[in-house]
């Protein structure tokens, strides 16, 4: 499978050490959320913006939607005059609600290459078969979506797709880790860098600390399953019935 990028959980908190220290581990993508504070985050993007070149590191931006469309505009036209270029972004997910009209405009104004994650349930079924000219990637979740209506979605549009855990259990993390080898075993160059070294971030709970990485990379995958025998025998099981 692809490599995956670093989760920042707040861009605000991002400075040039803790990119220096993500580079050092292996990675090449950053994705962060924004949306929330946007002139300080704004800031910090154009503040970063020198050094993520040096490193040739690229952020995923996340709005998550929080941003209408207007302030989105106004928002990369400010990024833009400070810092001239949009290269250190890969791409920007769910950067306001979905609109094929207004997500066609942001590209073709800025040349951003925009993510469909959430924002994918307000595409309609007419607008389904015009993404090409408004998306570039869409965010497969394999634990809440059906992975073949995703790929078969991706290809009738001539999109990539991004597998990504949903924050959730150890088990959700190995099954799109599984559903994104399948992907990527049978649709050769369908897939960009994933989002499933998340959980780093997350309280270990005796099973997010069996998860294996190196840098970006998943290792030491489980032969048969999705893992974690030792530890589910470990669980006290209570019959509901």
Known sequence: SPPNHYFAPDCIEI?????TDIKDKGFSLIKTKCGISPEKELATLIAIAPRLKDLRLKLRLD?????????????FKSFVKKVGDFNSIDFVEDVCSFNRLQWAEIKSEFGLKLGLDRELRNVTSTDRSKLNNCADVLILKPVIQNPEEIVNLARDNNLKISVTSNLDHSLGIMDAAYESGKINVKYSGLLVAGGLISH???EDDGFFSKIKTNGPHLIDLPKIGLGFTTEIEKLKWNFLL
């Open 15 to 19: 400075t040039e050490t803790y990119l």
């Open 63 to 75: 709005f998550n939607s929080r941003l209408n469309f207007l302030d989105v505009k106004t928002f």
């Open 200 to 202: 780093m971030h997350l």
